[in-house]
């Protein structure tokens, strides 16, 4: 379990994260987050439902100024918070699988993230994304956001959206595949 702070000029980011939770063992994963962002939540809520682990995730800032450069700062900083986090509650790389692999479908789109618990960071992703925005978020903050993850937890990940035509579809899928790689590797 870790919890951490961050704060800048344009944002309060706390985060909190227990790894251990498994199906069945009695502890009731919880899941809160409220990051001002809607799709945003929707995708960390998504990362820690499928990765099995419990998150909470709040943000406070600045967005009714500038939703623009507010929300891609929120976005960005809020993913090295939780890479911080989550690089804190594994402490010890030493005994966990190491490397994942999930694949995820929805609808018409399938993706592929593939990661390396290694202290290697690294960051390949192939998304594809063509709008602009997704809802409130801003689709070039998307690699962003993956990348500032894989570089602050000290992990190689690699990210392909494998078919498909919907940048929802792909933005989701890739929080999903993260996170069924993220629960085979911390096995």
């Not at 379990?1 to 498994?22: C, E, G, P, W, Y």
């Not at 009695?26 to 939540?41: E, T």
């Not at 909470?56 to 623009?68: A, V, Y």
């Not at 594809?128 to 978020?137: C, P, T, W």
Request: aromatic share 8%.
């Amino acid at each position: 379990m870790a919890s951490v702070s961050r704060n800048t000029n344009k944002t309060q980011i706390t985060v909190s994260i227990d790894l251990d939770f498994s199906p069945g063992s009695g502890n009731a994963q919880m899941i809160d987050i409220s990051m001002g962002i809607g799709f945003l939540d929707h995708m960390y809520h998504a990362l820690a439902k499928h990765s099995r682990f419990s998150l909470t995730m709040n943000c406070k800032g600045d967005l009714w100024i500038n939703d623009h450069h507010t929300a891609d700062k929120h976005a960005q900083d809020s993913m090295i918070t939780l890479g911080t986090a989550f690089k804190q509650a594994l402490s010890e790389i030493h005994g966990i699988c190491h490397y994942g692999t999930g694949f995820a479908p929805l609808d018409e789109a399938s993706s592929r993230v593939v990661i390396d618990i290694c202290s290697h960071p690294y960051c390949l992703m192939d998304l594809g994304l063509l709008q602009e925005k997704i809802r409130d978020l801003l689709t070039e903050m998307v690699p962003h956001i993956f990348y500032s993850f894989a570089m602050v937890a000290g992990i190689t990940l690699h990210v392909d959206m494998l078919r498909g035509e919907n940048d929802h579809h792909w933005c989701e899928l890739a929080f999903k595949a993260l996170a069924l790689a993220i629960r085979q590797a911390v096995e």
